[in-house]
């Protein structure tokens, strides 16, 4: 039992909060639903973030902290279906950036606008789809990511990968719940420090109880979510994902409304960054039909059918 | 990060079962009257199974050598806890004796006191209660008012203390009482023995126990000077020392997620197990109790690493009393019949201990103000 870092892991993410802190003010005054950026996204293929074989060598756990530093940046880059998705369900690296998706590729994709690789369960299998041979649509939304939509392309046709499903659903809990964690710890700091600053009744809010209490319940359920989630990649066991995936979609839930709250008005602007990271949230929360089918399905494998 | 465990924590866990598999009577719910550590049943078999578990070095193995223990790592003493309660807390309120009350003589106390208690302490032979609130002083707890007034030989205390745990069996009492001015710094701490003249115990009925709960009123107490602990009004060194010790000393969660399971056969002989929402509401306890051990594990690992106290410990007992609440309302929603039958003591157990997790050691609400100062760095109120 050891929760520090170790150097390995403190070196691997070393380089990425210098680039988010680097290029975190690139997302001030943007008032898209999401912020991506060359640049940003240019570093971080330059330090090996979307080298399939570079994360090939990290275990489960230094992936997955990858994956949850990456979403603590407003900035929005698909790094674990490289870092940490691809590496495993693959022997030998796919063209990036890759697209993850649901079952038939069904829906808004995230990420597939610009993505060479879709990575999807079609025809009993799961597939690597090179997106050339698709047509692809953009979808805009009002929240998230950049989000696209198969319009055709037969994804059957494409060569199968050597994983069961379930297994690739396992390790797609395992990202979800990882980018979540970044999602909500960005959501928090940002603020943790507005209500250190912002004054009202001549003082700071942050200095009220029912503000301080609630944070805190806040830390609490990050906190919690963030342990379940390392304890899940650790054991590799499906039911650990299920119960991390859905204490980390209900503390989601929870950490959307305070953050917003907390912010008043300013945090429903677009003009604010707090939606770069509640949006994100509110778009993953549903991820495999939510919080109460993943705890079922968790209970399942505790306690039977 | 690493979650197995090492070999040598997996055999002392494994140890430890066979121990009490050994030594609980078969009727051990009937003994301990319902897995209640506050009852008399417990309370006199711990006399008995205590002096057993020193013998077999399953007591105090986290204690320092010199103390008398193995200097073995925090690992083995919150192994301890989790096993002892998924058993009910075999030791009855001897766990107190350990992870509070002999640290702080050690840490405070004269080689005379040291000489007196720390044997009985290790032996598995004495019971010690916390004297520390009082009707008008709670969370506030520096603004008690249990009088010392020094006398030739001592002092003579008047007061009362409420809410005080195994103070109608107790040996000795941690007593907080002012010396000083007002606050924290008037505050003295002494090694009380319960059967001084003066004492009066009341058992208040409770939730939790048959004996969790005890006024007691302190009516001319004449005590000794050689009964301080510490130094006269520097008590609160003491009360941080203790409360360090005890907010997160406990590993309640051990006890909720058996009664959960517990929970789950009920709900399966029922039929309610095929309800997809009642699954979800299962998992969502266990989830709230799992993040809560984990997060206990990190403050033993920082222990264990030397490393300073954090506001963690804070947030980690808020997780406890938080997954105690989702599993009272899980019992409440779906096993009414059962909780008023009381068919099943170990669910009956777990639904009235877990209800005080929001309140020793620190109310939740305390642990949160903490832990808005000290990890969020927030500031302060008016």
Redesign the interface.
């Known amino acids: 039992?050891?929760?520090?870092?170790?150097e390995d892991?403190r070196a691997i993410l070393e380089p990425l909060d210098r680039a988010i802190a680097d290029f975190s003010d690139r997302a001030a005054g943007k008032t898209t639903s999401y912020v991506q950026d060359e640049g940003f996204s240019r570093v971080l293929e330059s330090q090996g973030y979307f080298d399939q074989d570079v994360a090939r060598t990290f275990d489960a756990?230094s992936a997955l902290l990858v994956v949850e530093k990456a979403a603590t940046a407003p900035l929005t880059a698909p790094i674990a279906g490289s870092f940490f998705i691809a590496p495993r369900v693959s022997d030998r690296p796919l063209p990036g950036p890759i697209a993850i998706a649901d079952e038939g590729g069904r829906g808004a994709i995230r990420h597939l606008p610009g993505a060479k690789t879709l990575l999807v369960e079609a025809g009993g299998a799961v597939r690597a789809v090179d997106l050339s041979r698709c047509e692809i649509a953009s979808v805009t939304s009002n929240i998230a990511y950049p989000l696209g939509r198969i319009v055709s392309g037969d994804l059957a046709a494409a060569p199968a990968l050597d994983v069961s499903p379930a297994r690739f659903d396992h390790l797609r809990r395992l990202a979800a719940a990882a980018e979540m964690l970044g999602l909500m710890q960005g959501a928090l700091d940002l603020t943790?420090g507005y209500?250190?600053l912002r004054k009202q009744f001549k003082?700071?809010i942050?200095?009220?109880?029912a503000?301080?209490?609630r944070?805190?319940?806040c830390?609490?359920a990050v906190?919690?979510?963030r342990?379940?989630t390392?304890?899940a990649g650790?054991?590799d066991d499906p039911g650990d994902a299920?119960?991390?995936l859905?204490?980390t979609q209900?503390s989601a839930g929870r950490l959307v409304y305070e953050t917003q709250q907390f912010h008043g008005a300013i945090g429903q602007t677009l003009e604010y960054p707090l939606h770069l990271w509640t949006f994100r949230l509110r778009a993953l929360q549903g991820e495999f039909r939510g919080?109460?089918?993943n705890?079922?399905l968790?209970?399942?494998r505790?306690?039977g059918a | 990060?690493?979650?197995?465990?090492?070999q040598k924590?997996a055999d002392f866990r494994a140890r430890l079962r066979a121990f009490l598999a050994k030594e609980l009577p078969d009727d051990w719910v009937t003994v301990s009257e319902g897995l209640d550590n506050s009852s008399p049943g417990t309370a006199a078999f711990a006399l008995e199974l205590c002096p057993k578990l020193a013998d077999a070095g399953l007591f105090i193995p986290h204690w320092p050598k010199e103390w008398g223990g193995e200097s073995a790592d925090a690992?083995h003493h919150w192994i301890i806890g989790e096993v002892m309660w998924e058993f009910g807390e075999p030791r009855s309120y001897q766990y107190m004796s350990v992870n509070w009350a002999g640290p702080a003589i050690f840490a405070f106390g004269t080689e005379a006191q040291i000489k007196t208690h720390i044997p009985q302490i290790r032996a598995g032979k004495i019971y010690y209660c916390q004297g520390f609130s009082e009707p008008e002083a709670g969370s506030d707890l520096a603004s008690l008012r249990t009088k010392a007034e020094p006398t030739e030989t001592g002092y003579l205390i008047n007061g009362s203390k409420i809410w005080t745990s195994a103070a109608s069996f107790a040996s000795y009492c941690f007593l907080l009482a002012r010396t000083g001015g007002e606050g924290r710094h008037g505050i003295t701490v002494f090694l009380m023995p319960m059967d001084t003249p003066g004492i009066t115990v009341r058992v208040v009925p409770g939730v939790q126990g048959k004996r969790s709960l005890h006024q007691v009123f302190l009516d001319n107490v004449e005590l000794s000077a050689d009964m301080v602990l510490g130094e006269e009004n520097k008590g609160w060194d003491v009360v941080r020392h203790i409360l360090f010790n005890e907010r997160m000393g406990s590993p309640g969660y051990a006890l909720t997620l058996r009664g959960l399971?517990s929970a789950?056969e009920l709900l399966?002989a029922r039929g309610l197990?095929a309800r997809?929402?009642v699954?979800?509401?299962?998992?969502?306890v266990?989830?709230?109790c799992?993040?809560?051990q984990?997060?206990a594990?990190?403050v033993i690992?920082?222990r264990v690493?030397n490393l300073p106290p954090t506001a963690?410990t804070s947030?980690g007992r808020?997780?406890q009393s938080?997954a105690g609440r989702l599993f009272c309302d899980l019992v409440g929603d779906f096993l009414q019949d059962a909780l008023l039958s009381g068919e099943d003591p170990t669910l009956n157990v777990a639904y009235r201990r877990v209800g005080a997790a929001g309140i020793t050691a620190g109310t939740a609400?305390i642990q949160?103000?903490i832990?808005?100062?000290d990890?969020?760095?927030?500031?302060?109120?008016?």
Request: glycine share 4%; hydrophobic share 45%.
């Open positions: 039992m050891d929760f520090q870092l170790t892991q756990i943790v209500v250190k003082r700071a942050g200095s009220f109880q503000v301080r209490h944070l805190v319940e830390t609490v906190s919690g979510a342990y379940l390392y304890r650790w054991s299920e119960l991390a859905a204490h209900t919080p109460s089918v705890a079922a968790a209970a399942e505790i306690w | 990060m690493e979650f197995a465990w090492d924590h690992w399971d789950v399966k197990w997809e929402d699954k979800a509401r299962a998992a969502q266990r989830s709230a799992d993040a809560a984990l997060m594990y990190k690992d920082d690493k963690e947030t808020y997780a938080y609400e949160l103000d832990a808005a100062t990890l969020l760095g927030l500031p302060r109120g008016a």
